[in-house]
């Protein structure tokens, strides 16, 4: 397993899937009277509320003509830890650990490890990132802060948002659904760096009030490099007891970013 790969299911695939919830299709209208901050306002308030969650999840991932199927275990104690670790037929390949100050990573096929800051996550997504931001990345919530330096169309039935003003080399936009304010999709775009990064959500589940993914497919592509990944969600334990386990083994070498 590449480190690459696995960096793309750390840094994006923590989502939540809620066993037991219903799944909803969307029937709901877009609004076009609901101005943007009305929008936002709603969006920011299907945050769902748990303490914690345990999760099982399926991943697929392609590239080129590298395809991998591995089971992915995820614990989320929210605004606190993060945790994921991913296998093959039962063997751990690799564990990353995130608090809101601290990334740790191992990988036990190529023996590396990474412990240090943010730099880890940033340095892939081409933009400042921190613990609030990667939760919000799983729980079908926007990454940046929404305000009203932002503008709002109905597409395809969805409300989409963008930047009024956006960057030459950092573009980013995102759907948003008419009936429960999750996103439907978001993007971002390095187009300087022919590297654009976009992520869709597949139906929500409502548990206790709150909605969550069932299936996120993503793609990420750098020039001719493209990288698909699909994520399942089996089975979740919410507000339930659990523990981190996380320690770099003797003997690894550290992981050196660019």
Aim: with cysteine.
């Amino acid at each position: 397993m590449k480190f690459k790969f696995f960096l793309y299911v750390s840094a994006l695939l923590f989502f939540i899937s809620c066993g037991g919830g219903k799944t909803v299709i969307g029937s709901e209208k877009a609004n076009h009277s609901l101005s943007t901050k009305e929008i936002i306002k709603t969006h920011n308030s299907a945050l769902p509320e748990f303490n914690t969650i345990a999760a099982r999840m399926h991943v697929l991932y392609k590239n080129g003509d590298d395809m991998q199927s591995l089971t992915v275990s995820m614990r989320m104690e929210k605004d606190q830890k993060i945790w994921i670790k991913a296998s093959l037929i039962g063997i751990t390949l690799a564990k990353l650990y995130i608090t809101p100050e601290t990334v740790s990573y191992y990988e036990t096929i190529s023996n590396t490890y990474f412990d240090g800051d943010f730099s880890l996550l940033s340095n892939w997504l081409g933009t400042d990132i921190d613990f609030q931001k990667a939760q919000a990345i799983l729980l079908g919530q926007s990454i940046f802060d929404l305000d009203n330096k932002y503008k709002t169309e109905i597409i395809v039935n969805k409300y989409k948002l963008q930047p009024k003003a956006q960057s030459q080399n950092f573009i980013h936009s995102l759907l948003i659904n008419p009936d429960n304010f999750k996103i439907a999709s978001e993007t971002l775009s390095q187009p300087m760096n022919n590297r654009m990064f976009t992520i869709n959500y597949g139906p929500y589940q409502n548990l206790k009030g709150g909605f969550y993914p069932s299936k996120i497919k993503i793609i990420a592509t750098q020039k001719e490099d493209i990288t698909k990944i699909v994520v399942n969600f089996k089975k979740i334990d919410y507000n339930v007891s659990i523990r981190f386990p996380f320690n770099i083994p003797n003997g690894y070498k550290e992981i050196e970013l660019d």
